[in-house]
């Protein structure tokens, strides 16, 4: 009878980790596809107030799953997007935030998400304003964007970003390359609009490059 019981608490806790799993994987598509919504589809106007909301349900859900990376990572994503709306010294405060939620997930997982992690930190450390404001450092931008890349090679943001980069060091020619990789990434299934408004964002940035080429 030992045996049986044994068996039955062995196949409990499968059907409770598996259901964990399923939730967990419903909570990040659940952030994904917001995140996706409010950034590409949401009028301007109301994208800040959107943002504050999902990033309350992000920090919500970094409660219910405090080891796993994913959900840090996409609440860092969230936060300094939303920081990136907001602006002003507002956002100071979300970036840091932001950059604690991605190192959160750094130390549980480094490699989680294909590189997002590194993608988003290099993305702030060249957004965010330098010492003493705040963080913001152009060389460990580089290093943390060629970091993601060296993860995802072929990813259309691990490419975005680091192009996106290359046109504010003033690198344009490299810069064209890089996003003209990034426009054959493979079309992420799961995240349609995401990939649409990334390739829009991708090709303004090759015009803003290619002009900034054209005027030398």
Request: aromatic share 8%; charged share 25%.
């Amino acid at each position: 009878m030992k045996k049986y019981k044994i068996i039955a608490i062995v196949a409990s806790l499968l059907a409770i980790s598996a259901t964990n799993a399923n939730n967990l994987d419903k909570d990040i598509t659940y952030l994904q596809k917001n995140w996706a919504v409010i950034n590409y589809q949401t009028e301007e106007d109301d994208r800040e107030s959107a943002f504050s909301t999902l990033a309350n349900e992000a920090k919500e859900m970094t409660k219910l799953y405090p080891n796993r990376a994913e959900i840090l990572v996409w609440e860092g994503i969230i936060l300094s997007t939303y920081a990136g709306v907001k602006g002003g010294l507002g956002a100071l405060e979300l970036i840091d935030e932001a950059r604690d939620r991605l190192l959160d997930a750094e130390r549980i997982n480094s490699d989680v998400l294909n590189g997002s992690i590194y993608t988003s930190l290099g993305s702030l450390y060249y957004q965010a304003p330098g010492w003493p404001i705040s963080f913001g450092s152009n060389d460990d931008a580089k290093l943390y964007l060629t970091r993601a890349l060296a993860l995802n090679p072929n990813g259309i943001d691990s490419n975005y970003f680091y192009g996106d980069f290359l046109i504010e060091q003033g690198e344009y020619q490299e810069a064209v390359t890089v996003l003209e990789h990034a426009l054959k990434a493979p079309s992420r299934i799961t995240r349609p609009i995401a990939d649409a408004g990334r390739q829009v964002e991708i090709h303004e940035k090759i015009a803003l490059a290619k002009g900034k080429i054209n005027s030398q």
